[in-house]
């Protein structure tokens, strides 16, 4: 009697791809779920803690998020906002901070913050984001192996099991003290003009995102340009006004009548790039009085969250030479 010979019939290319993309997707995940950090520390293998000492914070007790770059962390202290109206914010801002990052950093807020009020600082608005870049903060996003991919050099076994516990929290919540000073000239950046430097597409479609996620969360967006005579002038004033009105925004621009009261002589650390301690004391004073006197902020909160508050504030006056 002759043998059959078996026959097996090959997959189509279409489901064998889709194999390989689940496999892979797999392992994505679960390396993901290995290398994310499980405290907020650097010893962890978390990076830029002071934006992200915000998961420390307990749930829904930011009042107000604040992201951007340098200028941001350099211009902003919610220490001082929290001394002269009592309510809380966080700056979630980083070095060179592009939107991808502060969109992800908005995500990552309201997975366990309820702000009422987001400042995005419009200097990163001009810093060009690619499709690549878009890309990797998509894919970020979605498998945080790609973004700390270097974690295993420090992986230990014993935190196979581990459940990530983020408890660490910055006493500046954030904001980045420096009293280094060197003038700067205030210059003729900020001299009437129509010119209107254009902001790359997709950077306006990052804005028009966070937006959209504001407007989907019922919380304001605001645009903020603060004080710097290298980095602003008319022209961008100009881009970022046109954009505020397009996407129904507020825009404060303090570099425009300087209603801070920034002098150039003494509040930046180097020549208008960014400002320095005093210059930030400034900037805090307005946008707190602003923001208190425009939005309807919280300033109850349960007397854990204010105990809390209030220790940081004693640490971080003692070591901004505020109090002895």
């Not at 290398?35 to 520390?41: R, S, T």
């Not at 990076?47 to 009042?63: R, V, Y």
């Not at 990052?206 to 996620?213: I, L, Q, T």
């Not at 304001?220 to 505020?244: C, D, E, F, K, Y």
């Amino acid at each position: 009697m002759k043998r059959c010979s078996s026959f097996v019939f090959p997959l189509k290319p279409v489901a064998a791809s889709a194999i390989f993309l689940s496999g892979l997707a797999i392992l994505l995940l679960i390396t993901s779920a290995l290398f994310v950090p499980k405290n907020n520390l650097a010893e962890f293998g978390m990076e830029e803690i002071g934006a992200n000492g915000i998961l420390g914070e307990q749930d829904h007790s930011i009042d107000v998020l604040i992201i951007g770059d340098s200028e941001a962390y350099s211009s902003i202290s919610p220490m001082e906002m929290w001394q002269a109206h009592g309510f809380t914010s966080y700056v979630c801002a980083t070095s060179a901070q592009q939107l991808t990052t502060s969109f992800a950093f908005l995500k990552q807020a309201f997975r366990h913050q309820s702000p009422k009020v987001v400042v995005l600082e419009t200097n990163a608005i001009y810093r060009k984001v690619t499709m690549s870049q878009s890309l990797m903060s998509r894919l970020e996003s979605l498998f945080s192996v790609f973004r700390y991919h270097n974690r295993w050099k420090s992986f230990r076994l014993s935190e196979l099991l581990v459940t990530p516990q983020y408890t660490w929290t910055d006493d500046f919540k954030g904001y980045v003290y420096n009293t280094a000073v060197e003038a700067a000239s205030p210059g003729v950046a900020m001299q009437p003009t129509d010119q209107v430097e254009a902001i790359p597409p997709l950077n306006r479609e990052y804005v028009a995102a966070m937006a959209e996620f504001c407007r989907q969360h019922d919380t304001q967006l605001l645009l903020v340009s603060t004080p710097s005579t290298l980095n602003w002038n008319m022209r961008r004033h100009n881009g970022i006004a046109a954009l505020a009105q397009e996407l129904g925004l507020t825009y404060y621009d303090l570099n425009l009548d300087n209603p801070a009261g920034i002098d150039w002589s003494s509040d930046t650390r180097d020549r208008g790039d960014h400002l320095n301690f005093s210059g930030a004391l400034k900037v805090s004073a307005w946008l707190g009085k602003t923001l208190s006197e425009t939005f309807p902020l919280n300033r109850q909160y349960d007397e854990a969250i204010v105990r809390r508050w209030n220790e940081a504030l004693q640490r971080y006056l003692t070591v901004t030479g505020q109090q002895s």
